[in-house]
C-alpha cells in the first residue's frame, strides 16, 4: 500500500501538482497552532463585541457576559478547531490554489499519537468517540453520585437548593448529548461502513469535524459551575421561561446544546449518504444487517429532529441576552410553544438513543444464540414504523402542562401505538433465543440483561402514556425510574453489550472473560436496586427534581444511595478491563464470535483501508445453521460460511 501511494504522489509531482510545503512547528496542524489560534479567535470575538457596542451606543462596552458568550462559546472554538486542522482542507480549497497531494497522512492509526489529532479514518474516529464519550459518562456519573448523597438522608447536608438542581441538570446533560447519543455513533462509525463492505465514511473529513464538535459541547456543559451563579439549574429540559430567568450558566448549556446538536446532524447526514450510496455489490437494503438499519433510521430521526431542538435553545437565549418575548409572558410570548417545540425533539431523541441499541442487540443474540434472526424483514419494518410514529407522540409530556384537552386522547392512542413495533422487537429476540445454542460471554449477558430491564422501561412506559395515571404520577420518581430503565438499561447495557463485542476488532485483543462477567453482574444488580424502588416511593408521592423530601422516604433513599455509588464502583472494573486488555489482552483472531458480517472477515485490527478489494455480498448476514450460506465472498472464496 505505501509503495502505490508513493508512486501515486511521484505521477501527481509529474503532471504538475505541487507536494505540500512544510510549515514551522506553530503553523502545523495540531495542539500547538491551536494553542495561539484559540486565545486569537477569542478576541477576535471580542471585539466584535465591543465595536458593535461602541457603534450602538450602549454601555457597557465591555459586557462580559456578551463577551464570553460571543468570543467564549463561538468565535473561540472556531480557533480551536481551525489550529488543531479540521478546517485546512476546505480553507485551502476554497483558496483556489492547486490541489495538493493527499499522502494520507492523517488517516489511519500507526501509533497511539494518531487518535489525538484529526484523522479521517472512520475506526480511529470512533474509538476517538467511545473514548471521548466515556470521560464524560465518568464525570456525570460523579456528579449523580455527589447528589446521591444529598439524597441519601432527607435534610440539606451538602449543597444549596441552587447546586443541587444544577448537579443534577449536568448531570442528565452529559449523559444524553455528549455520552449516550455519540457513542452510539461512535460504535456505528467503527462498525457500520465495514459491515457494508465500504472503504470509509462518505465524507471523511466532515466525520472527523463531527467529532472534534463534540468536546467542545461537553466542555461548555461543565464550564457552566464555572459561571457567577453557578451551573445551569433547570434540567436537560431547560423549561422557558424559567431558563430565560436563571444566572449566565444557562447560556453555556443554550450554546452547548448547538454544537452538540452539528456534531449530530453532521453524522447522521454522512451516515445516510453511506448506506445509501457505499454498500458493497449485491448488498440490498434486504441484505443490510440490522444495526445498518437502526442507524440509518435513526440518521433520519436526527436531521429530522435536531433542529427543533436547536431553535428552541436559540430562541430561550434571545430571551435571556437580547431580551426578545419567544418564550417569556409579559410580551405576549408563548410559554407552552417552548415545550411543543423541545419535545418535538426530545421524544424522537429517546428512539436517537435507543435504536442504535436494538441494532446491536440483534447482531449479538444472533451470533451468540447461533440462529437467524427471527422475523428479519419485520424487524427493520418496525424500525422504519418507529421512525414514523416517534413524531406523534411529544405531547404525552404535556398532558400536565395546560395543552388543549382535544390533544390528549389522540396523544395518548399514538403513545400506546409505538409499543407494537417495540413489542415486535422483543418478541423476534426471544424468538431468537428459543432452542438456540445460546453463548453467555459478556455480550450476550449485557443483550440479555438489556431485554429484561428494556421491558420495565417500556411497560411503566405504556402506563404513563394512560392519560389519568400520567397526572398522577407525573412529576415523582416513577418518571426518574421509567427514563433510567430505557435509556440506562437500554441504552447503556447496549453500549456495554457493543464495547464487549467489538472490542476484539477494534484492539485486536481479547478482554478478560471474568472481568467482563463480574462487570455485568454488578452493574444489573446495582441497576435494578438503585432504581425499581423509585417506582414505589414516586406513585407513594416523592416528587422529583427536590433537594429535600419527607423522613417517611429516608430508609428508601438510604439504599438507593448505597446502590449507586456500587453501580459507580463497577464502572471502574469495566475502565480496568479495557486498559489492561488492550495493553496486554491474548491476541483476538479475525473471528472470535465465528460471525457472519462483514467486518468479522478482514484482520483485528481491521487494515488502514479495510479491503484490499471490495466484498461481494451473496446472501443475508443471519444464515447460522444454514448449510452452505455464506453472507460475502472475497478473493474467490467465501468469507465466512455459517457454523453451528
Given amino acids: 500500500m505505501t509503495s502505490t501511494l ?65 468570543a467564549g462559546m463561538v468565535t473561540a472554538p472556531i480557533g480551536f478547531l481551525l489550529g488543531i486542522g479540521a478546517f485546512d482542507y476546505w480553507l485551502y480549497w476554497i483558496s483556489g ?14 501509533s497511539w499519537k494518531d487518535y489525538f489529532k484529526v ?132 447560556v453555556f448549556f443554550n450554546m452547548g446544546v448547538q454544537w452538540a446538536g452539528a456534531s449530530s446532524i453532521a453524522t447522521a447526514l ?63 410570548g408563548y410559554v407552552l410553544g417552548y415545550q411543543h417545540i423541545f419535545w418535538f425533539y426530545s421524544h424522537p431523541a429517546v428512539y436517537i438513543m435507543v435504536l442504535p441499541g436494538f441494532g446491536i442487540i440483534s447482531e449479538i443474540i444472533s451470533v451468540f444464540s447461533r440462529k437467524p434472526i427471527f422475523g428479519y424483514r419485520l424487524m ?26 382535544w390533544l390528549r386522547i389522540p396523544m395518548m392512542i399514538s403513545t400506546l401505538l409505538i409499543a407494537v413495533p417495540t413489542g415486535i422487537k422483543v418478541f423476534s429476540w426471544l424468538a431468537t433465543l428459543w432452542e438456540g445454542k445460546i453463548h453467555l460471554n459478556t ?10 430491564t428494556f421491558v420495565i422501561g417500556g411497560l411503566s412506559g405504556v402506563y404513563l402514556a394512560a392519560v389519568p395515571i400520567d397526572i398522577h404520577a407525573s412529576d415523582t420518581y416513577f418518571i426518574v425510574a421509567h427514563i433510567h430503565y430505557v435509556l440506562f438499561g437500554g441504552s ?29 453482574w454488578t452493574t444489573f444488580v446495582a441497576f435494578n436496586v438503585t432504581f425499581f424502588p423509585m417506582h414505589w416511593v414516586g406513585l407513594d408521592g416523592m416528587p422529583r427534581r427536590v433537594a429535600d423530601y419527607a423522613g417517611t422516604y429516608g430508609a428508601l433513599n438510604m439504599v438507593i444511595s448505597i446502590a449507586s455509588f456500587v453501580l459507580g464502583a463497577s464502572v471502574v472494573v469495566f475502565a480496568y478491563n479495557m486498559i489492561t486488555s488492550w495493553a496486554r489482552g491474548p491476541i483476538a483472531g479475525s473471528n472470535p464470535w465465528r460471525a457472519m458480517t462483514i467486518e468479522w472477515q478482514v484482520s483485528s485490527p481491521p487494515p488502514v483501508f479495510n479491503f484490499d478489494e471490495i466484498p461481494q455480498v451473496v446472501g443475508g448476514p443471519y444464515e447460522y445453521g444454514v448449510p452452505g450460506a455464506r453472507h460475502a465472498v472475497l478473493k474467490g472464496g467465501a468469507l465466512q460460511e455459517a457454523h453451528t
Fill in 6 to 70: 508513493d508512486q501515486h504522489s511521484q505521477q501527481d509531482l509529474q503532471h504538475g501538482h505541487p507536494a505540500p510545503r512544510r510549515r514551522g512547528i506553530f503553523m502545523r496542524p495540531g495542539y500547538l497552532r491551536a494553542l495561539w489560534v484559540t486565545p486569537l479567535f477569542f478576541l477576535i470575538g471580542m471585539y466584535i463585541v465591543v465595536a458593535i457596542r461602541a457603534l450602538a451606543g450602549w454601555d457597557p462596552v465591555y459586557d462580559w457576559e456578551y463577551i464570553v458568550l460571543i
Fill in 97 to 110: 490554489r492547486p490541489t495538493l497531494v493527499d499522502d494520507h497522512a492523517n488517516h489511519g492509526a500507526y
Fill in 119 to 250: 484523522n479521517t479514518d472512520h475506526k480511529v474516529i470512533g474509538i476517538q468517540y467511545l473514548v471521548t464519550t466515556f470521560f464524560f459518562f465518568t464525570v456525570g456519573g460523579f456528579l449523580a453520585m455527589l447528589f446521591r448523597a444529598e439524597l441519601a438522608q432527607p435534610g440539606m447536608q451538602f449543597f444549596d437548593t441552587q447546586t443541587f438542581n444544577g448537579l443534577v441538570s449536568a448531570h442528565a446533560t452529559l449523559m444524553i448529548f455528549v455520552f449516550i447519543i455519540p457513542a452510539f455513533a461512535g460504535l456505528a462509525n467503527f462498525a457500520l461502513p465495514l459491515m457494508i463492505g465500504a472503504p470509509d465514511m462518505a465524507f471523511p473529513r466532515l466525520n472527523a469535524l463531527s467529532f472534534w464538535m463534540l468536546p467542545v459541547a461537553g466542555t461548555l456543559f461543565l464550564a457552566s459551575f464555572l459561571a457567577p451563579g453557578g451551573a445551569f439549574a433547570t434540567g436537560w429540559t431547560s423549561y422557558a421561561p424559567l431558563a430565560s430567568e436563571q444566572p449566565f450558566g444557562q
Fill in 270 to 332: 454522512n451516515f445516510l449518504v453511506t448506506i445509501i450510496t457505499m454498500r458493497a455489490p449485491g448488498m440490498t437494503f434486504w441484505r443490510m444487517p440490522l444495526l445498518v438499519w437502526a442507524n440509518f433510521t435513526t440518521s433520519l430521526l436526527v436531521v429530522i429532529a435536531t433542529p427543533f431542538i436547536a431553535g428552541s435553545q436559540f430562541f430561550v437565549m434571545f430571551d435571556r441576552v437580547m431580551h426578545t418575548s419567544f418564550f417569556t409572558p409579559d410580551n405576549g
Fill in 380 to 405: 427493520a419494518v418496525s424500525l422504519i414504523g418507529i421512525l414514523v410514529l416517534a413524531f406523534s407522540v411529544w405531547a404525552h409530556h404535556m398532558f400536565v402542562a395546560g395543552m388543549a384537552d
Fill in 443 to 452: 455480550p450476550m449477558l449485557f443483550a440479555l440483561g438489556f431485554i429484561s
Fill in 492 to 520: 447503556v447495557f447496549t453500549i456495554f453489550a457493543g464495547l464487549y463485542y467489538w472490542f476484539p476488532k477494534m484492539t485486536g485483543r481479547m478482554y478478560d472473560e471474568r472481568l467482563g462477567k463480574l462487570h455485568f
